[in-house]
């Protein structure tokens, strides 16, 4: 609705996720299938906003395309361990649809036990239709080993990770150990091997909408707790943190030419911050927050100086929410 009446201030790509009303088991991806083909017909790429570039954009299936292969990420508990038959077959009777019509996906895999399987799979079919550039994904991949982390690059396929540990590490560590979770996920490998990677947020569900709580813990090694869940030597600079959420999102969405950096020829997104990040103390990352944001070349909100420029945003909803009242994680009220 936002994007029909030209009133969405972030560019938002999206991804068709089928659930069913509950009656009947159904396949996701045949649905997915039905839903832009049928229903709504809409073409990898295709823009539904009226006039912002890359407003409302389809990007492709997932991210679950098969429920019981969906692998739950509760770190209180065991890690859940799919049957590999059944990651096979995920591949070869669904996500071959998706190759076969060249429409990106992704996968929810946390596990390396079940990222294995999967990969597996994949490889196997890539010899008989190959990706070719095609992009796809692993989402979160929190456990996933160096070799996955290497096969996963050769089929082209990129990772996008969340900052889960940074609230849930503590969980992590009664249920996994301890030396498990300070290399969760293996941050300085997945960097260092230059594959396609991302921090997201993984919407309110899992983790925080703000950015700056996920930088704190991949430069500090730090959950909210104060807990160490990152070993040093799997700890990002400043520079590469930031680059998760900016840069490194792009690929993503198929637009390193035009989003992720403040550069000629780039879309007019950026933000002014109100404070040096690359200068305050690691303790004071988490606490970052934008002061003015401009989007498509207009200010879409301000803050402290800049609050006059900010245009009158709508009443929060619901209105029992929290953060109406308290603010979002270490922002200010």
């Not at 990007?59 to 799919?82: K, S, T, W």
């Not at 400043?238 to 198929?254: I, P, Q, S, V």
């Amino acid at each position: 609705m936002l994007a029909r009446d030209n009133r969405l201030n972030v560019r938002m790509p999206f991804i068709v996720l089928q659930l069913g009303d509950g009656s009947k088991p159904i396949n996701m991806v045949d649905a997915q299938l039905e839903a832009i083909r049928k229903t709504a017909p809409i073409s990898t790429g295709q823009n539904l906003h009226p006039a912002l570039a890359h407003g409302h954009e389809y990007r492709g299936a997932g991210e679950v395309l098969q429920a019981e292969v969906h692998d739950h990420e509760n770190f209180d508990r065991p890690a859940i361990v799919i049957e590999p038959e059944k990651m096979r077959q995920l591949v070869e009777q669904d996500v071959k649809k998706l190759v076969q019509q060249r429409i990106p996906f992704r996968e929810h895999i946390s596990y390396n036990e079940n990222i294995t399987p999967f990969l597996d799979a994949l490889e196997k079919m890539n010899e008989e239709i190959p990706f070719d550039g095609l992009r796809w994904s692993l989402e979160h991949a929190e456990t996933i080993s160096p070799r996955n982390i290497d096969r996963v690059k050769k089929l082209g396929g990129g990772i996008a990770l969340d900052a889960k540990m940074a609230l849930h590490g503590d969980a992590f560590i009664k249920s996994h150990g301890r030396e498990v979770a300070l290399q969760t996920p293996r941050l300085r490998k997945l960097v260092d091997s230059g594959i396609p990677l991302a921090m997201s947020t993984d919407a309110f569900r899992a983790a925080t909408f703000n950015p700056w709580v996920g930088i704190s813990w991949m430069v500090s090694g730090k959950s909210v707790s104060g807990s160490e869940v990152l070993a040093k030597d799997n700890r990002l600079s400043r520079a590469e943190a930031l680059k998760l959420f900016t840069r490194g999102a792009a690929w993503f969405m198929d637009t390193e030419s035009e989003m992720g950096l403040i550069a000629p020829g780039n879309l007019a997104d950026f933000v002014v911050l109100d404070r040096d990040y690359f200068a305050v103390p690691e303790d004071q990352i988490k606490s970052v927050s934008s002061v003015l944001t401009i989007m498509d070349g207009k200010v879409v909100f301000g803050a402290q100086d800049y609050s006059a420029l900010s245009p009158e945003l709508p009443a929060i909803l619901p209105a029992w929410s929290p953060v109406k009242y308290f603010g979002s994680y270490y922002g200010e009220k």
